[in-house]
């Protein structure tokens, strides 16, 4: 047993409190989630149900499981895995990702998923963080990752005709394995943060936080079924993706569209194709596919979940216009695994996120730790069945205080428990004695059709210590020219209080974001 991930997680007296009394999050000591999120549905009689479904391939929850234990097989024979030993995994979503993932999972071994477009450079980090001497490849993407492993780290492509790829061992190989009987809180999930700050971190996850996503936000608020098909854009590699579009479906026995390109043009190709019934995407994505629905038949579709960044309410109110039923919001972060705080279709308040999802606590406090009275903006805490346990790293002291996971949110609740997003902790502006939340000020800008897309922050001033400052790119056909700073900023006056407008604006044809899709505002700010 290799307890690499064990030795490093944080010293207990810094974990965050975990909370398990609801009846849905009793879990055995010994499990592997990989038993109950597949095999589970061969034993009763699902073999040939439909579970992947790609455009290039789909497998049955049959041939998954086969596929699964073929891969675990030459995981431990050929390349000598050992329970608790880290595997890198690259890949675009396809079905050999999920495979994959799963096969080092049931072995025993720790997965570290990470998205296709990171580069050399960015690959380095983890591998070398982590320790990590053996990835699985889709074999189109093996070059840079060979660069960023070095010696060290041995690199087995996937989906590749190659004589020394995985595929080809895999004909040989066994299908039946034997599940690791991991215990419930042994790490088999190593998370890096995308980075909106600074160094990744890496999330540790245990085999129960599997069960404990599925058990929270998508048995509680999204319930779907059996009969339901998911689609969306995160990758797998995002915690938002491995949720929704893996273990959400496998666990309740549903299928999943897994596409490689997932940007709003190919889900509007997609779902009148595949006609899922649920979707995961970000919120810039779901104003886009408004925009160029054109006649795409998505009826198909009857809940759609945002998350990753805030919802702006006239998205909100746009889709439920048009589409007929709301966007689910809901608040997650890889720290917490996924979503922590959302809302019941049925009791969205728009504009607000939602209340903790049943099982996790949340509440607003001031600098000094505090709980702030309803209807005043501070810091959000919560706790809950998941949390914070980052891989060695200093930074745990900032994300848990007294018990509690500080997501670095500005929230404010009101009186009905609510919780209503204001911005990123660092993303709130002081602009001469007044507090003004970033992105309240780009859902204003966002309302002008001459705006594609913006990014608001504060910047230095002498005299009022800081002043708004939006970084707008103009939809084609518009000039960034002096008297579009004045429409705008007149614009904003007009529909919010006139003190938040931004002062200086300038134009950009792109603004910095994560691998994940997420702004970078801290970029435009120390510019
Ligand atoms: C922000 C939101 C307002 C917020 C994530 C769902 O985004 C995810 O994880 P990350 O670690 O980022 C976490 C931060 O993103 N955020 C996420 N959702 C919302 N802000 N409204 C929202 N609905 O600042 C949070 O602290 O990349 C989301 C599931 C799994 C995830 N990992």
Not at 290 to 300: E, I, K, P, V
Not at 466 to 473: M, P
Not at 507 to 520: C, D, M, N, V, Y
Request: glycine residues 8%; proline residues 7%; contains cysteine.
């Amino acid at each position: 047993m290799d307890s690499f991930a064990r030795d490093h997680l944080p010293p207990r007296e810094l974990w965050p409190d975990f909370l398990f009394t609801r009846p849905e999050y009793q879990y055995p000591e010994r499990f592997n989630c990989v038993s109950v999120l597949l095999d589970a549905w061969l034993a009763r009689g699902w073999a040939d149900k439909p579970c992947l479904i790609s455009p290039r391939r789909s497998l049955t929850y049959g041939a998954l499981a086969a596929l699964v234990n073929r891969i675990a097989n030459v995981l431990v024979d050929e390349y000598g895995l050992e329970p608790g030993g880290r595997v890198l995994l690259r890949a675009a979503n396809t079905p050999m990702m999920v495979a994959c993932l799963f096969a080092v999972l049931k072995a025993g071994g720790i997965a570290v998923p990470t998205m296709p477009m990171l580069r050399t450079r960015e690959l380095a980090y983890p591998i070398r963080k982590a320790r990590i001497a053996l990835a699985l490849c889709d074999g189109r993407l093996v070059d840079e990752l060979r660069e960023a492993g070095g010696e060290g780290l041995r690199v087995v492509a996937f989906d590749t005709d190659a004589p020394e790829g995985l595929d080809a061992r895999l004909a040989s190989a066994s299908d039946a394995f034997t599940a690791y009987d991991s215990a419930s809180d042994d790490v088999c999930l190593i998370g890096f943060t995308s980075g909106t700050t600074g160094e990744p971190k890496g999330t540790m996850h245990f085999h129960r936080d599997m069960l404990a996503i599925c058990d929270g936000f998508s048995r509680n608020i999204l319930r779907p079924t059996a009969e339901d098909r998911f689609i969306g854009s995160p990758p797998l590699a995002f915690t938002f993706g491995l949720g929704g579009l893996v273990l959400f479906p496998l666990h309740v026995g549903a299928s999943t569209v897994l596409l490689e390109r997932a940007g709003p043009d190919d889900l509007l190709e997609a779902i009148p194709t595949f006609r899922p019934t649920i979707c995961f995407t970000a919120p810039t994505a779901y104003r886009v596919m408004l925009a160029r629905r054109g006649d795409a038949d998505l009826s198909s579709l009857r809940c759609c979940v945002s998350a990753g960044e805030a919802l702006p309410r006239p998205v909100y109110d746009s889709w439920l216009a048009a589409m007929g039923f709301p966007l689910l919001d809901g608040i997650g972060a890889t720290e917490m695994l996924h979503i922590f705080i959302s809302a019941k279709v049925e009791e969205i308040r728009p504009g607000a996120t939602g209340k903790p999802v049943p099982g996790y606590e949340a509440k607003v406090i001031d600098a000094e730790g505090n709980e702030v009275p309803d209807g005043t903006v501070g810091r959000l805490a919560v706790r809950g069945p998941t949390g914070c346990r980052y891989l060695d790293d200093p930074r745990q002291r900032n994300y848990v205080l007294h018990g509690w996971n500080i997501t670095g949110d500005s929230y404010m609740r009101d009186a009905d428990g609510y919780f209503w997003y204001q911005a990123r902790s660092d993303d709130m502006i002081i602009s001469a004695g007044y507090n003004i939340a970033g992105p309240e000020v780009e859902t204003a800008l966002l309302l002008h059709p001459a705006v594609a897309e913006c990014a608001v922050v504060g910047v230095p001033d002498e005299e009022r210590g800081h002043v708004v400052k939006a970084f707008v790119v103009l939809a084609p056909g518009h000039v960034g020219d002096e008297p579009m700073v004045k429409v705008l900023q007149d614009f904003v006056k007009a529909t919010i209080a006139p003190y938040k407008y931004p002062r200086r604006i300038e134009f950009r044809t792109e603004l910095p974001k994560t691998a994940s899709g997420k702004l970078q505002r801290f970029r435009l700010r120390t510019e």
